[in-house]
């Protein structure tokens, strides 16, 4: 797995708004609890902190990673493979740069994983740990801010 040439390359945060509305709709089939309202990729707002990542396989895209970069952490904010190219150890050494990323600027790392999402088992591998469990009561349909 180590020797897959995996690439990531920082990108101007508006290159990503398709693969996001893209990662969105992959969410919907794993949590059953919020079901993301689409957006158009014109209406997404980026904040300052945050920060894009495309994964580069065999010269082509085939995910991407962004982060929430604060001043003592870095939050893995929205990861995602596309589904022919899940299961092959891309996404593993992809999230092992962003982890290396973060040592480098001596910031620990966090993230929220959705109910039993089998991203869940590459996380823990990878080293992090539970530190609390979130509950919600679904009140409304607005899209889930942070």
């Known amino acids: 797995m180590e020797d897959l040439k995996i690439m990531i390359e920082k990108e101007n945060n508006d290159y990503f708004r398709e693969w996001i509305i893209k990662e ?11 079901q993301l309202r ?7 707002k980026f904040q300052e902190n945050e920060e894009y990542f495309k994964i580069m396989f065999e010269n082509k895209m085939v995910g991407f990673i962004g982060i929430k970069n604060y001043e003592k952490e870095i939050y893995l904010y929205r990861f995602f493979i596309d589904e022919k190219y899940r299961n092959k150890g891309i996404g593993t050494v992809a999230l092992k740069k962003i982890i290396d990323m973060s040592k480098k600027q001596n910031k620990d790392m966090s993230l929220e994983v959705i109910g039993e999402n089998i991203a869940r088992d590459l996380y823990e591998r990878l080293g992090f740990k539970t530190h609390y469990r979130r509950m919600v009561l679904k009140i409304n349909d607005d899209i889930y801010e942070n």
């Open 24 to 34: 969105w709709k992959h969410h919907n089939t794993v949590d059953q609890v919020y």
């Open 38 to 44: 689409i957006i158009k990729p014109e209406e997404l």
